[in-house]
C-alpha cells in the first residue's frame, strides 16, 4: 500500500465518545486525503491536507476535524461519534495536486454503536 | 456542478465477455479522468487514466474511451476473467483543483 498505514485498523466505538484514527506515510508526499466509503454512496472526501498544518474540507467534513503538525502523519477526529459516522475510512497520499495519482492505504472499518 | 455519474451500479459478466462502465461529468474544466479498482478488504488503486487530448486509451485489457463533447467516458474490460472480480471507480479532476470527485462505484462479477 505504497507506504502508507492507518490505525486502528478496526475500531468499535459507544455514540458520543471521541474518536482519532492516524494516517502515517513513509513517502514524503505533500498531499494527504481522508475518505469514507460506504454503500451506494462511493468515495466521499472528507478532509484533505496540502502541507503541514495546511488543511481544508471536503464534501462530508461536518463532525469531522483533522490536523496534521508533520508531514507524514494526518489525523481525523470524530468529536462526538455518531452512528451515521460507522463507515470506512481511507486514507490516501498525492505528490501533487488533484491530477496526480492518489496512493490509498488499507482502510479502517469504524463501528459506532 | 462537480458530479460524477457512474453507471451501472452492479454489473455481472461471463468470463471472457466485455465489461462496459460508463461515466459523465458536467464540469467542463475537468482534464483528468482515472479509474481506480478496489477489491474486497482493499483500499483503492489507480488502474488507468486519461487526459483529454486522446479519446481512447488502452492498457493489456484495459482501454478508456473518452468523449468531450458528451462529456462521457467509460471503461471497456475485454476478455474479462474472474480476478477482474473488483469495485470500479471512475473519477475527474483538473489542473486547477487539490482533490479528484469519484464516481459511486461499479461492483464488477465475472463468473467463471
Known amino acids: 500500500d505504497a507506504g502508507i498505514t492507518q490505525s486502528p485498523r478496526h475500531k468499535v466505538t459507544e455514540t458520543g465518545t471521541p474518536v482519532t484514527l492516524r494516517c502515517h506515510q513513509t513517502?514524503?508526499?505533500?498531499?494527504m486525503y481522508w475518505y469514507r466509503q460506504d454503500p451506494g454512496h462511493g468515495l466521499r472526501l472528507i478532509h484533505y491536507?496540502?502541507?503541514?498544518?495546511?488543511?481544508d474540507k471536503g464534501e462530508v467534513s461536518d463532525g469531522y476535524s483533522v490536523s496534521r503538525s508533520k508531514t507524514e502523519d494526518f489525523l481525523l477526529t470524530l468529536e462526538s461519534a455518531t452512528s451515521s459516522q460507522t463507515s470506512v475510512y481511507f486514507c490516501?497520499?498525492?505528490?501533487?495536486?488533484?491530477?496526480?495519482?492518489?496512493?490509498f492505504g488499507p482502510g479502517t472499518r469504524l463501528t459506532v454503536l | 456542478q462537480q458530479q460524477v455519474k457512474q453507471s451501472p451500479q452492479s454489473l455481472i459478466v461471463q468470463k471472457g465477455g466485455i465489461s462496459i462502465i460508463n461515466c459523465a461529468y458536467e464540469?467542463?474544466?475537468?482534464?483528468?479522468f482515472p479509474w481506480y479498482q478496489q477489491f474486497p478488504g482493499k483500499g483503492p488503486a489507480l488502474l488507468i487514466a486519461?487526459?483529454?487530448?486522446?479519446s481512447e486509451k488502452k492498457e493489456g485489457r484495459f482501454t478508456i474511451s473518452f468523449n468531450k463533447s458528451a462529456k462521457q467516458f467509460s471503461l471497456h474490460i475485454m476478455d474479462s476473467q474472474p480476478g477482474d472480480s473488483a469495485t470500479y471507480f471512475c473519477?475527474?479532476?483538473?489542473?486547477?483543483?487539490?482533490?479528484?470527485?469519484f464516481g459511486k462505484g461499479t461492483m464488477l462479477l465475472v463468473s467463471p
Open positions: 490516501a497520499i498525492s505528490v501533487t495536486r488533484g491530477t496526480d495519482t492518489q496512493y
Open positions: 513517502e514524503n508526499h505533500r498531499y
Open positions: 491536507s496540502y502541507g503541514v498544518k495546511d488543511t
Open positions: 464540469n467542463t474544466a475537468f482534464d483528468y
Open positions: 486519461i487526459r483529454p487530448d486522446v
Open positions: 473519477a475527474a479532476s483538473g489542473s486547477g483543483y487539490s482533490t479528484l470527485t
